[in-house]
């Protein structure tokens, strides 16, 4: 079973991978964790491309079964062929930023306070993550990508929209899995 998970940031693509991987008795992985430099605080560098690349291929290929979450489109495309399932999360803006928010306050505390040390990056973080339904020339992650990029892809595509609660999610997920 090789897993990957995709949606919006505050989607819950992470929370519903861990709990996937955690059931499955599979590791899990996260984008993040090979996009990123390490930093503190953290997300502050991107890791070079072929590095990034070069990391995940090495996670992915050890174990024989995996829960990925995160986005990947674009510089992981090469690994679209390990696929067995693609979940694609939606959850409404209102729901993803409050989510958003409340995590940021959890990573930075006052930091991000009007003042704060990080309050800029985090603003500009969540103004980033408002933008994600819109209809805008955004290279980044956005629906707008998402879909196209699921639209391309060879195998089967799940996609879990709403509010519904992890373990309701975990069960739409298994049933496709068989």
């Not at 694609?88 to 993803?96: E, N």
């Not at 500009?124 to 699921?150: K, N, Q």
């Not at 892809?153 to 069960?171: I, K, Q």
Request: charged content about 25%; overall charge negative.
């Amino acid at each position: 079973m090789r897993v990957h998970l995709v949606g919006a940031s505050g989607s819950g693509t992470t929370t519903l991978g861990r709990a996937l991987a955690a059931r499955r008795g599979v590791p899990h992985f996260d984008t993040d964790d090979y996009l990123w430099l390490p930093s503190e605080p953290p997300f502050q560098h991107l890791r070079e491309r072929g590095e990034r690349q070069a990391r995940l291929g090495a996670a992915l290929g050890a174990p024989p079964g995996w829960v990925l979450s995160g986005s990947l489109c674009g510089w992981g495309d090469l690994f679209i062929p390990l696929f067995d399932l693609v979940v694609f999360l939606w959850v409404p803006a209102d729901i993803r930023l409050a989510r958003l928010r409340a995590r940021e306050r959890a990573r930075y505390g006052d930091a991000i306070a009007l003042g704060g040390p990080q309050h800029d990056r985090s603003e500009a973080f969540i103004a980033w993550a408002a933008g994600y339904d819109e209809e805008l020339d955004v290279p980044e992650r956005c629906r707008r990508l998402h879909e196209t990029w699921l639209a391309g892809l060879p195998g089967p595509v799940l996609r879990v929209e709403g509010t519904a609660s992890v373990e309701t999610n975990l069960e739409l997920v298994s049933k496709s899995l068989g």
